[in-house]
């Protein structure tokens, strides 16, 4: 059974800088693709970025630029920076991976942009 734990939101003005945390265990993360999803208030589940176990990394358009994901592999962990917050980056954040077919979430981190 794997388990991924975020920590990490919190409340920021506009422009500002969070780093939200994904502690995983049960599974060999190095072998796994780890990603951050999001959701706001009223709206659907979307993805922001994936990271490989290559360490080859994708994000969604509208936090390219602004966004980073990265991972230690050592301490087992997800990381998702995040500069020049906007309050449409207010949602509850979510990391997950899949293993053999099965897809696995966090229970979220808030995240609310506001002045």
């Known amino acids: 059974q794997i388990r991924l734990v975020e920590s990490g939101g919190g409340l920021v003005q506009p422009g500002g800088s969070l780093r939200l945390s994904c502690a995983a265990s049960?599974?060999?993360?190095?072998?796994?693709?780890m990603g951050w999803y999001r959701q706001a208030p009223g709206k659907e589940r979307e993805w922001v970025a994936t990271?490989?176990?290559?360490?080859?990394?994708l994000y969604a358009d509208t936090v390219k630029g602004r966004f980073t994901i990265s991972r230690d592999n050592a301490k087992s962990t997800l990381f998702l920076q995040m500069n020049s917050l906007k309050p449409e980056d207010t949602a509850v954040y979510y990391c997950?991976?899949?293993?053999?077919?099965?897809?696995?979430w966090g229970q979220g981190a808030q995240v609310a942009v506001s002045s």
């Open positions: 990271i490989t176990s290559g360490g080859t990394t």
């Open positions: 997950t991976t899949s293993n053999s077919g099965n897809r696995y």
């Open positions: 049960g599974s060999i993360f190095r072998l796994n693709t």
